[in-house]
């Protein structure tokens, strides 16, 4: 099986020009840029700046999935208790 650009992109559900956030591809407020293959200078990617409001989102989001979160037990646990689990 050949591999391709396209089909990492389709098999990775990126969604170019987006940020991930909470579970879901959201568009980000920042300026967007491209990355460049460097052989050719092919498009392969686009990706977009996270402005004020999505690092708040995602900083939240990720605040929240750690505090409630699973492995919540296991991060309260001592190593020692961790290991007789």
């Keep these: 099986m050949k591999l391709s650009l396209q089909s990492v992109l389709e098999q990775s559900k990126l969604s170019p020009?987006?940020?991930?956030?909470q579970g879901e591809w959201v568009r980000g407020a920042g300026d967007r840029f491209q990355q460049l293959h460097?052989?050719?200078?092919?498009?392969?990617?686009?990706?977009v700046e996270a402005g004020e409001r999505d690092v708040n989102a995602a900083?939240?989001?990720?605040?929240?999935?750690?505090?409630?979160?699973?492995?919540?037990?296991?991060?309260?646990?001592?190593?020692?208790?961790?290991?007789n689990h």
């Design 59 to 83: 900083v939240s989001a990720a605040r929240e999935a750690f505090d409630k979160g699973p492995g919540l037990e296991c991060r309260r646990m001592t190593a020692r208790e961790y290991c």
């Design 17 to 21: 020009g987006r940020l991930y956030i």
């Design 38 to 47: 460097p052989a050719n200078n092919v498009v392969m990617n686009e990706f």
